[in-house]
């Protein structure tokens, strides 16, 4: 904690009638039913005549709806030196503080996951938003305010308060309300769906200096104090109403011999290179939302069967990797497989969807093409590989693989390679043709791939 030495000094105090003289003219933004809370000893933190002498050890814990909320904060305004004088209150965007701004033409805008915000949204608009409390900091030395302790009041009188953290729910909660405001211009009702325009959230109010902001984002945001997000999926799927991906992905888990936890991880967001699972639970939720982007409660139950019996048929057509291994066979094929990669699982699920279009009774059938030898005329020369190997030339040539150190290539994880990946599954799966006692497609690759063969 540091020591305050400038102008712009804060105070607490017991009764009204102790408010400095100075401010006892002037308007302040006030937040009622707040309470304080000292980080040490109220007598190191606050002098005899009520002036706080130390950063970032009083925080304060109060609650705001999102009517006064939009009237404090334009979530897009950015901070500007001279916001440290203005006498109208309002929340503001520090980019240095927070994740920076991009250069946009004709604008300074901030950095924001906008799925991120729009999820937030919809739930907010269903009345069923688990938001943790808001934040903001007084930043010391920039900021005027008085705690009234008898009547539990904040008074802001000068100064902005900057968002160390919750940025992005910021700007959810007030992008719905500003969203209901045009609703009751243009509709005349005060009834937007489930929407509660009244509903109370959480805030709690920093004091720390520029130094102890910096530190706060820091550890609330990059030091791993938070949840992987993995977990905090798998625990949401066993909520009341859960997100229907990740409900799908829970119970997929259980009725699948080959999934559970004994293969899916659902504590961290990354697979050790010791660990003997095949993929992430947040791998898992995001390659069935992929795959099943329309899914409705009308058509969950049947979707859930197949995948069962799709993942259960794939592990039969792949046994050696779509399974249950030790650790060391998991470390073995991890070197030589594509298989299992979560670059792969996602192209398989939206494989699973593409075989159920079809409307076809033999989808197993095409699904056994995934076990086959393939055959490729390289330079003339016939070469027959496993269509998942490390050695199959295709990954290379298409960038789901790539040449890594020491020659030993590694698996691209990334948009356009899973896109690859799937695109090829597909056309192996549709050319297969078994079915008619007659095996092989048409070629695939480069003209040094010239043609693909089952054998």
């Known amino acids: 904690m540091h020591s305050i030495h400038t102008h712009a000094t804060s105070f607490v105090v017991r009764w009204d009638n102790e408010l400095p003289r100075h401010l006892t003219e002037r308007k302040p933004f006030l937040l009622e039913n707040t309470d304080m809370i000292f980080r040490y000893p109220p007598s190191d933190v606050v002098a005899e005549d009520g002036r706080v002498i130390m950063a970032g050890a009083i925080d304060f814990q109060t609650q705001i709806n999102a009517r006064l909320l939009t009237d404090v904060c334009d979530p897009n305004e950015l901070y500007r030196s001279e916001l440290r004088a203005t006498h109208r209150f309002r929340c503001v965007y520090d980019p240095q503080i927070q994740r920076g701004v991009k250069e946009t033409k004709g604008a300074r805008k901030e950095f924001l996951r906008e799925k991120q915000i729009e999820a937030m949204m919809k739930d907010i608009e269903a009345n069923c938003f688990e938001c943790p409390q808001l934040m903001w900091n007084l930043r010391a030395g920039e900021?005027?305010?008085v705690y009234v302790q008898e009547l539990r009041q904040l008074r802001l009188y000068e100064g902005v308060a900057t968002r160390p953290d919750t940025n992005h729910r910021h700007h959810a909660i007030i992008r719905l309300h500003q969203r209901y405001l045009r609703w009751i211009a243009e509709t005349g009702s005060e009834k937007m769906g489930s929407y509660?325009?009244?509903?109370?959230?959480?805030?709690?109010?920093?004091?720390?200096?520029?130094?102890?902001?910096?530190?706060?984002?820091?550890?609330?945001?990059?030091?791993g104090w938070r949840m992987a997000s993995t977990t905090a999926r798998y625990i949401e799927s066993k909520t009341q109403s859960p997100n229907?991906?990740?409900?799908?992905?829970?119970?997929?888990?259980?009725?699948?011999?080959v999934l559970g936890t004994a293969n899916v991880e659902?504590?961290?967001?990354?697979?050790?290179?010791?660990?003997?699972?095949?993929?992430?639970?947040?791998?898992?939720?995001?390659?069935?939302?992929?795959?099943?982007?329309?899914?409705?409660?009308?058509?969950?139950?049947?979707?859930?069967d197949y995948l069962v019996e799709f993942i259960g048929e794939l592990s039969r057509v792949r046994p050696n990797e779509i399974a249950l291994l030790s650790v060391a066979q998991r470390q073995k094929v991890r070197e030589s497989s594509l298989a299992h990669h979560p670059a792969t699982w996602q192209a398989l699920m939206r494989l699973a969807t593409w075989l159920r279009e079809q409307k076809e009774e033999n989808w197993k059938a095409r699904l056994q093409v995934l076990a086959k030898a393939y055959t490729y005329a390289l330079k003339g020369q016939p070469q027959t590989c496993d269509l998942f190997s490390f050695q199959n030339p295709i990954w290379l040539e298409r960038g789901v693989l790539a040449p890594g150190k020491r020659g030993v290539p590694y698996v691209v994880n990334n948009q356009r390679s899973r896109q690859v990946a799937f695109e090829l599954l597909r056309f192996v799966a549709g050319s297969y043709r078994g079915e008619q006692g007659e095996e092989g497609g048409p070629a695939y690759g480069s003209e040094d791939h010239q043609r693909t063969e089952v054998v």
């Open 143 to 145: 900021t005027i305010w």
């Open 196 to 223: 509660n325009p009244e509903r109370a959230y959480g805030l709690v109010i920093c004091t720390d200096d520029f130094q102890g902001e910096a530190r706060r984002f820091c550890v609330y945001n990059f030091l």
């Open 244 to 257: 229907t991906h990740s409900r799908l992905a829970r119970e997929l888990m259980e009725r699948s011999s």
């Open 266 to 304: 659902i504590l961290s967001n990354q697979l050790s290179k010791h660990t003997a699972k095949m993929l992430t639970f947040g791998t898992l939720v995001d390659s069935l939302r992929m795959a099943f982007p329309d899914l409705t409660e009308e058509s969950y139950s049947e979707a859930l």
